[in-house]
């Protein structure tokens, strides 16, 4: 009998983190990205843009979407090494790299969320 | 005596479709980008309107262009992700297209709530 | 339309050559003949010593898949018109071991295959007559009964290719065939198999299993499908204490 794997655990957050980035990241990287910085769309008001930040809701909002597109990127870019690239044999190093990035980058978006 | 034949490490460009696959899984990177930007964002927000208005300066440039072709890798990764849901996610009664088309509705939106948000 | 089409065989006859390599023959170009009639007449009246499996040139037994241009397809399926002028390349299936020219060795899939336990499992006794259903229980698993056993899915997967470990596209098709087949109580015996790290977790959805089957099972589908199912099974066991399952 074959041992069962943890994968279903991260396969959820890839999946939760896939959905939430097709979702939202695309109207976000159009207007900050490229809308806002080519004059395309005026600037918001900082002091609008601040209000919503200092919003708990949206706090905790932005802090959902970094920590599920973090391991929706940890998830994908590790079959993207094992099979793109053929580093299966680097498994063990390739499964600290993605999600322990993941799980550093979401303590990163806490504290900025937290102090912002 | 068989023959197996060797797999190239460049596997993924010896079809059209393994290619558009690679690029979708690909779309990863971006969507971490985007997050390291993101933060980016919300620092220079809450550090007042100097920073603010510092970073959307920064963010002409070279920065523009790793923009630009982040969004269209992440639109990849949108539309790619919509396509396939309804093949994961069978709902007992209801035809795959209304799965498909509620994805995209969703999409929309989601998509002018953020914008009204931001720019209102 | 001319009246003549090359087709590009790999021969690979062990001791005699390292590696395959391709022969050209020119067949006649008929509006009803399949790449597999092309072969047969190659066979029949040019070069006797060509080997090839086929046998019910209807799209049915799952014998004659080839890799013809560089796609996985059923020969008898597939016309050489769709290929005019030509050449037309026919090569054995991909990701298996070639035995003989077209012929290739299989004995990996016919192992995986019943380590699904594709078969009605009951703890009762079999009733007299038959199991009922109705015709939307049918529709729940029908797709997924058509599968001819062609391995063409697993001559598409990148993923089998690079780890021939993968359970693979047909073989976790047929299992999600009996475990949506309201008759079936097996479930449970299938999981450890299909949530294994060679089960559904070694796909990554490129999608070209489904794109190459003849029958429109959409393996690619099926096995996205128990991901989910046995997500939610592990997130159960996680949040659950033992009994509360």
């Known amino acids: 009998m074959r041992r069962r794997s943890p994968e279903p655990l991260v396969w959820l957050l890839f999946s939760a983190g896939g959905m939430a980035a097709a979702l939202s990241v695309p109207v976000l990287l159009f207007l900050f990205g490229v809308a806002i910085p080519l004059g395309w769309l005026p600037r918001p008001d900082h002091a609008h843009l601040l209000t919503v930040l200092r919003s708990p809701i ?59 | 005596m068989t023959y197996v034949k060797p797999i190239s490490t460049l596997w993924w460009l010896r079809r059209p479709s393994y290619f558009l696959f690679a690029l979708r899984e690909l779309s990863s990177v971006f969507v971490a980008w985007f997050v390291v930007y993101l933060l980016m964002l919300v620092s220079a927000i809450s550090a007042g309107p100097e920073a603010y208005h510092r970073f959307l300066d920064w963010s002409t440039g070279r920065v523009l262009v790793l923009n630009v072709v982040a969004l269209l890798f992440v639109l990849l990764h949108a539309v790619t992700w919509f396509n396939l849901a309804p093949r994961a996610m069978v709902v007992p009664h209801v035809p795959p297209v209304v799965v498909l088309v509620l994805h995209y509705l969703l999409w929309l939106g989601l998509s002018a709530a953020l914008a009204w948000v931001v720019l209102r | ?153 697993y001559s598409a997967c990148p993923v089998y290719a690079l780890d021939p470990a993968f359970v693979g596209p047909a073989a976790i098709a047929l299992a999600q065939r009996y475990n949506l087949d309201s008759r079936d109580e097996g479930a449970a015996d299938r999981r450890d198999v299909l949530s294994s790290a060679e089960g559904v977790w070694a796909c990554t959805f490129v999608g070209e299993c489904s794109t190459a089957c003849p029958k429109g099972v959409d393996p690619a589908g099926a096995i996205q499908r128990y991901k989910l199912t046995a997500a939610t099974h592990a997130l159960k066991d996680f949040l659950l204490p033992r009994g509360a399952r």
Not at chain 1, 69 to 76: D, I, S, T, Y
């Open chain 3, 1 to 153: 339309m001319a009246d003549t089409i090359t087709m590009q065989v790999a021969r690979y006859r062990p001791g005699q050559e390292a590696e395959p390599v391709f022969q050209s023959y020119d067949v006649p170009l008929r509006k009803e003949w399949a790449v597999l009639d092309g072969l047969n007449h190659i066979k029949d009246h040019v070069d006797g010593t060509l080997s090839y499996r086929w046998s019910c040139r209807m799209g049915i037994c799952g014998s004659c898949g080839m890799t013809v241009n560089g796609s996985p397809v059923l020969s008898c399926a597939t016309f050489l018109t769709d290929y005019a002028p030509g050449p037309v390349r026919v090569e054995p299936l991909r990701n298996f071991p070639v035995v003989r020219d077209l012929v290739v060795d299989i004995g990996d899939f016919m192992a995986k295959l019943p380590s699904v336990k594709p078969w009605l499992i009951r703890d009762d006794e079999p009733p007299e007559g038959e199991y009922l259903q109705t015709p939307d229980e049918l529709d729940d698993y029908k797709k997924f009964s058509m599968c001819i056993n062609c391995m063409l899915c």
């Open chain 1, 58 to 116: 949206t706090k905790l909002v932005l802090f959902g979407l970094c920590v599920l597109a973090l391991f929706h990127w940890a998830h994908r870019f590790r079959y993207t090494l094992y099979d793109g690239l053929r580093l299966k044999k680097l498994s063990g190093l390739i499964i600290v790299f993605c999600y322990g990035g993941a799980l550093a980058g979401s303590a990163v978006a806490g504290y900025v969320l937290l102090r912002a």
